[in-house]
């Protein structure tokens, strides 16, 4: 049990083992003073999150949602944030007192913020000629089309960019993030990933580049950029942070780029979690050394 002032809180996905969510907001818990705060990682399948959302009670303070649940929640809470809503995507679930005996449940989406924030660390990053970059985002490109790569189309929207390119492996596939964008009222032109040559000179023309696609799937891609040689490229953010640094990011420094691993996503969109799940700003500092303890080492971004 979380104690008699405590609450509960978790991650759930499927599959969830590998979550670095219960490091961060466990660190969090003890810098905060919230000893009687537990925080878990539960496997829920979609066909359980049904049963698991309708037992939620008062002792519970939020869930952290991975895939694939985060759109099949939608259908399961009270209210649903607008920015969540827009984007087709809750991430954190916050389980919130009411007068009856069943709490009400809110959805909401702290992964918009995570991509904004990471993005702004890279802008901040020197270009390959030592000189600081204009920290703009005008100019971006989305690979990938799942629920991260709607939550990316929002953060661009919030750093200036309402066009970027978003290369997908099937258009067929591209529905959900196609109707997001039209709920947000942003224009992004999709593209498929063939042929390479174009999706290279895409990238080599942005000022920012945001990788939402799963670990190892940008292997072959980051051969590519490689064989082609480098130049001045922008900022890559590369959501996935197994191995540190991935393929991508590796081949995006060597061609004269600018890369922030996942991780500082992951950071961001927690430290949001824990302000909405406790009412207090999260203690970034505990957040981040314990991040690095569990990774082995200091952020892998250059």
Not at 161 to 167: A, H, K, L
């Amino acid at each position: 049990m979380s104690g008699p002032d405590g609450r509960r809180a978790a991650v759930l996905g499927h599959p969830v083992a590998h979550s670095l969510s219960p490091v961060l907001h466990r660190a969090a818990y003890a810098a905060l003073g919230l000893d009687t705060w537990r925080y878990d990682a539960l496997d829920v399948t979609e066909e359980q999150l049904p049963g698991f959302v309708a037992d939620l009670d008062a002792s519970w303070a939020g869930l952290s949602l991975t895939m694939p649940l985060k759109q099949t929640v939608l259908g399961l809470l009270d209210h649903v944030e607008p920015l969540a809503e827009v984007v087709g995507a809750v991430n954190t679930v916050l389980v919130q007192a009411a007068a009856g005996t069943r709490p009400v449940l809110v959805g909401a989406n702290t992964d918009v913020h995570g991509v904004v924030h990471a993005v702004q660390e890279g802008l901040t990053l020197p270009g390959a000629d030592g000189s600081a970059r204009t920290g703009s985002a005008r100019r971006a490109v989305i690979l990938g089309a799942g629920a991260t790569a709607a939550s990316t189309l929002a953060a661009l929207a919030q750093l200036g960019c309402t066009s970027p390119q978003v290369f997908v492996r099937s258009m067929a596939r591209a529905g959900g993030t196609m109707r997001a964008a039209h709920r947000m009222g942003v224009e992004p032109k999709f593209l498929t990933f063939a042929p390479t040559g174009r999706v290279l000179a895409s990238l080599a023309s942005a000022d920012v580049v945001v990788s939402t696609l799963p670990p190892h799937a940008a292997d072959e891609l980051a051969a590519e950029l490689t064989e082609s040689g480098g130049g001045d490229l922008g900022v890559l953010l590369d959501c996935a942070y197994d191995p540190r640094p991935t393929a991508l990011g590796a081949a995006w420094v060597v061609a004269g780029g600018s890369y922030v691993s996942g991780e500082r996503m992951l950071l961001h969109q927690a430290t949001e979690q824990v302000r909405l799940m406790t009412g207090r700003t999260a203690p970034v500092e505990a957040m981040e050394e314990a991040l690095a303890g569990a990774l082995g080492g200091p952020p892998a971004s250059a």
